[in-house]
C-alpha cells in the first residue's frame, strides 16, 4: 500500500493533463491506500491570474466556478470508490498575501473538506515557479539576489504557517526550483537558514506532516521536496514525513518513488505518516482526520516493486528548451463551455 496527499487533474487545471476520474482510477491501478484531491483555490483577483488563465480568458469568477465543479465531482468519486481506496478532498492553498488568510478561511468554511495542502507559489505577490522570466521578475523585487529572494520565500511561508497551520505542508524548499544553482547549500547564507530552522521548528509545534514530495525528480533536480539538508534537522526535531507525488498526470501518480525510498534510506527516516478516516482528529476543522504511521520497512515490504521501479526524470510531454520546459499545447476551448463538458481544461497550458 501507499499514499499521496497532493495532486492535480487536467478537468480542472490549466497546467495538467486527464480527467480527475482517470487519476483516481491511476492511483487505485497502482495500489494506493491513501489518495488526495488538492486542486488549487481559486484566486480572487485579477492581477493574480497566471498567463495560462489569461490567455484562457478565464477570470476570477470562472476560477470559482471551476472550483465548485471540482468538489462537486471530488466527492462523487469519494463515494463511488470508497470500496476500493481512500479519498480525501481538499485542495492546495495559494498564499499571496497576507489577505489571502480570510480567502483561506472562506474556503474551509464553505464545504465540508478533509484536509488542505499549504503552499507558497509567490514571493511579493509573483509567482517563482511558472517561468524563469515570473522567477528573476520576483528576484528584483526582493532585492535581486536568489539569497534576498530566498529570505523573502521564507518569511513568507512562515506567514502562511502561522495562519493556516496547514495539515501537510507542500512542497517546503520549492524556491529553490528556477533558481541560479537548484542544487545549493542553504547553509551558504545564514539568514535564510535561520529562517528554515524558525519554519521547521513551528511545523512540527503544531504537528504538520512534511510532504516528502517527488515532483522535484520529474523536474530534473536530485532530490526530493524539501532536500536532504533540511529533512535531517526536521527529522531531527522528530518532525513526521508523508509522501506526496503531486501528480498532474496519470503517468506522474506514484512516479520516482522508487528514488524517494532510497532518499528516505538515506536521511534514515524510520517511519512515514499519511492521513486516516478517524473519531480522535487533533484539528477541529477536520474532526474525522486522524494520523497514522508507518514503518518505511513496512511500507516497502507492501508496495509493490513493480511500482516502486517507475521512474523518470521528465514525463515524455514536457521537452526541454533552453533550459526551462516547454508548454505543452492542447485545443483551447471556449472558457463558457468549462462546466459542459467532463474534460473541463484541456488547455494551452505547460505541465508542471
Known amino acids: 500500500m501507499t499514499f499521496s496527499h497532493h495532486s492535480h487533474s487536467g478537468q480542472f487545471c490549466l497546467h495538467a493533463q486527464n480527467t480527475l476520474e482517470e487519476m483516481v482510477q491511476a492511483a487505485i491501478s497502482q495500489k494506493f491506500r491513501v489518495f488526495a484531491l488538492t486542486e488549487h483555490m481559486p484566486r480572487d483577483r485579477h492581477c493574480d491570474l497566471y498567463p495560462e488563465e489569461i490567455e484562457a480568458n478565464q477570470t476570477p469568477a470562472d476560477l470559482y466556478e471551476i472550483f465548485e465543479a471540482y468538489y462537486k465531482e471530488a466527492m462523487r468519486l469519494k463515494h463511488e470508490y470508497a470500496s476500493e481506496i481512500t479519498i480525501f ?5 495559494d498564499f499571496i498575501r497576507p489577505a489571502s488568510t480570510s480567502v483561506i478561511e472562506d474556503l ?17 505577490t509573483i509567482p517563482i515557479d511558472y517561468d524563469r522570466p515570473l522567477y528573476e521578475k520576483a528576484r528584483r523585487a526582493a532585492g ?12 513568507e511561508q512562515f506567514d502562511m504557517l502561522q495562519a493556516l497551520k496547514p495539515p501537510v505542508v507542500g512542497h517546503f524548499d520549492l524556491i529553490r526550483l528556477k533558481s541560479n544553482d537548484p542544487e545549493c547549500s542553504f547553509q551558504q547564507w545564514d539568514g535564510v537558514w535561520e529562517r528554515i530552522l524558525r519554519n521547521l521548528t513551528f511545523i512540527q509545534s503544531y504537528g504538520g506532516l512534511m510532504e516528502l514530495n517527488s515532483a522535484s525528480l520529474r523536474k530534473g533536480l536530485s532530490e526530493p521536496y524539501p532536500n536532504a539538508e533540511i529533512s535531517k534537522v526536521f527529522l531531527e526535531k522528530n518532525g513526521r514525513f508523508t509522501l506526496s507525488d503531486d501528480s498532474h498526470a496519470v503517468d506522474q501518480v506514484m512516479l520516482n518513488y522508487d528514488r524517494v525510498l532510497q532518499f528516505v534510506r538515506k536521511i534514515g527516516i524510520s517511519t512515514l505518516h499519511f492521513l486516516e478516516r478517524g473519531e480522535t482528529g487533533s484539528d477541529s476543522r477536520f474532526p474525522k482526520m486522524s494520523i497514522s504511521g508507518m ?17 523518470s526524470i521528465k514525463p515524455s510531454f514536457e521537452l526541454e528548451a533552453s533550459g526551462q520546459e516547454e508548454p505543452v499545447r492542447a485545443n483551447c476551448i471556449e472558457k463558457r463551455q468549462l462546466l459542459d463538458t467532463p474534460q473541463v481544461l484541456q488547455m494551452t497550458a505547460p505541465v508542471i
Request: hydrophobic share 30%; glycine share 6%.
Open 89 to 93: 478532498v481538499g485542495f492546495e492553498c
Open 108 to 124: 474551509l468554511r464553505r464545504h465540508h473538506w478533509d484536509m488542505f495542502v499549504g503552499s507558497v507559489h509567490h514571493v511579493h
Open 144 to 155: 535581486g539576489t536568489d539569497e534576498l529572494l530566498f529570505q523573502a520565500y521564507f518569511d
Open 295 to 311: 514503518p518505511t520497512s513496512e511500507w516497502e515490504q507492501s508496495t509493490p516493486s513493480s511500482t516502486l521501479r517507475r521512474t
